[in-house]
């Protein structure tokens, strides 16, 4: 059984940065493809970024392509994602997610087995 905690979020200026953080207990970090999904108010969850096991492969959706980065610390069990030139678009509550045995063309679908409680991100000025 795997526990994620979020943390990082909080509110920030159009153009800002923020990075997030998951950390992760329970389990054998390294072995799980960790990803980043969001949902804002009124609209479905959706994907963000997924990284390999050895973050060697990286995933991300059109959305947040080349402002985002998605990394990850195995000898600390712990998921980042760097998150740049924000906008108000992005505002939503930020999952981190862990799966075993996900292949690459897997990676944005949702059925993930674990999931944290969710950061607010709010993009406003």
């Keep these: 059984q795997v526990q994620l905690v979020e943390s990082g979020g909080g509110l920030v200026q159009p153009g800002g940065s923020l990075r997030l953080s998951c950390a992760a207990s329970g389990g ?9 999904f969001r949902q804002a108010p009124g609209k479905d969850r959706e994907f963000v970024a997924a990284i390999s096991t050895t973050g ?11 402002r985002f980065t998605i990394s990850r610390d195995n000898p600390k069990n712990t998921l980042f994602l760097q998150m740049n030139s924000l906008k ?3 505002t939503a509550i930020y999952y981190c997610a862990a ?26 000025s």
């Design 56 to 66: 060697g492969s990286r995933y991300y959706a059109d959305s947040v392509k080349d």
């Design 99 to 124: 799966d075993y045995g996900r292949i690459y063309s897997e990676y944005p679908s949702p059925e993930y087995d674990y999931w944290g409680q969710g950061t607010q991100v709010t993009v406003s």
């Design 88 to 90: 108000p678009d992005d």
């Design 28 to 36: 054998t970090f390294r072995r799980y493809v960790m990803a980043w």
